[in-house]
């Protein structure tokens, strides 16, 4: 379990040096006193906001066991414990009239423990994954990844992998909270696939993940966590969202909504499918598809997760053609073409915020499929 402890920055500064922390505390009050990070409020966990404080998390499992001393929310520590056990030191934060405030980092240091508890583990470290995501995530003891989001997007996370839990090349969840205030996932080993060393063993994992899908019998369409009344006005909906963010929009937006207006004449049997289907989820291992992670689950067309897998990369970009994906999906040219344009559109306003470099051959495929 983690604890915390609240002290001066100066005391810390001084102490984490040595040998041993809490000599100050445990000569002038007798312990080093702490509380569970549950338990802290604005009323046992304020101090002067005059002086310069830090708050330091400490693991009880590295200290000298017959030194602690449990007295409700409290625990006293009576010796002094190597700077070892405290395995992170947070700011100790406060509002405008001076009262201690819970920061996003000590709710993390909660939710560690209430993980701990309920998978039976002890703390060993963790550490935050702060690139290419919305989500707040960690890794914990090297081998659970602990995410947290919106609550509504969680829970459609976990009712996809939920259905998925037997697709061997899909993340599995530990843990899930009541509240759907975090997931707690296993660890895949590996790296992001940012480039593509086998254009074959990606496009075969791509299909056969996409062939596991099931249908979804639940009225709703497009994102499960805010739906939309039907694929085509989820369609539109997604258009319209990223026509704003790139001002040359307006050049292509005819040819979208031709394409949306032609998927009205397909029908499909609609599936609960990843939704965020692209490399920058995928993980390899010695140059090979591992897994992919991190859906945004959407009730819709395989094809769409097929098409957006297809683009997300350049380097299987440049193996593909009409006649190529209707080919492997079995689906009518028309249909195929009319989904790629969209799918694409989608790919350009990406590149213009995220991977600029890529523009331009988006751009010019784009026009390789239009013309």
């Known amino acids: 379990m983690i604890i915390l402890h609240c002290t001066l920055q100066k005391t810390w500064d001084n102490e984490s040096k040595t040998d041993a922390f809490g000599a100050t505390d445990i000569e002038s009050t007798g312990s080093i006193t702490c509380i569970r990070p549950d338990k802290v409020n604005s ?37 002094p414990i190597a700077p070892t056990a405290i395995v992170a030191t947070i700011p100790y934060t406060y509002d405008n009239d001076d009262k201690f405030v819970k920061s996003s980092e000590l709710l993390d240091i909660e939710i560690i423990n209430e993980v701990l508890e309920k998978l039976n583990l002890s703390f ?62 296993e660890f895949i080993p590996g790296d992001v696939m940012h480039t593509v060393d086998d254009f074959d ?5 791509i299909k056969e993940i996409i062939n596991s899908y099931k249908d979804y019998e639940k009225d709703e369409f497009g994102y499960i966590y805010k739906p939309s009344t039907s694929w085509i006005e989820f369609l539109k909906s997604e258009v319209h969202e990223e026509s704003l963010k790139f001002s040359d929009s307006f050049d292509f937006l005819p040819h979208v ?28 291992k010695d140059r090979k598809f591992v897994a992919a992670i991190d859906p945004i689950p959407v009730a819709g067309d395989p094809l769409y997760d097929f098409l957006y897998a297809c683009l997300s990369n350049l380097d299987i970009v440049k193996h593909l053609s009409v006649d190529y994906l209707v080919e492997e999906t079995g689906e ?29 051959s988006y751009i010019d495929f784009w026009y390789d499929i239009i013309a």
Do not use: W
């Not at 310069?52 to 520590?77: E, M, P, R, W």
């Not at 609550?151 to 899930?176: C, I, P, T, W």
């Open 257 to 284: 909504y031709e394409a949306i207006a032609t998927l009205e004449k397909f029908t499909f049997k609609k599936k609960l499918i990843h939704g965020d289907f692209g490399t920058h989820n995928f993980i390899k």
């Open 43 to 79: 009323e046992n966990f304020s101090f002067p906001t005059t002086m310069n404080h830090i708050v330091l998390c400490i693991n009880t499992d590295a200290v000298d066991q017959d030194s602690l001393k449990f007295d409700g929310d409290y625990i006293y520590i009576s010796k």
């Open 201 to 205: 063993d990606v496009m075969a994992n």
């Open 124 to 185: 060993i470290n963790f550490k935050y994954f702060r690139d290419g995501t919305s989500s707040r995530i960690f890794l914990l003891n090297g081998q659970y990844v602990v995410k947290q989001n919106l609550q509504s997007l969680l829970k459609s996370e976990v009712e996809f992998y939920e259905m998925y839990k037997d697709v061997k090349k899909l993340q599995k969840v530990v843990l899930s909270s009541d509240e759907n205030k975090y997931i707690v996932y």
């Open 332 to 360: 009518p040219e028309e249909k195929v073409k009319a989904m790629l344009i969209i799918m694409l559109f989608f790919r350009l306003s990406v590149c213009l915020r995220h991977h600029k470099e890529d523009f331009d």
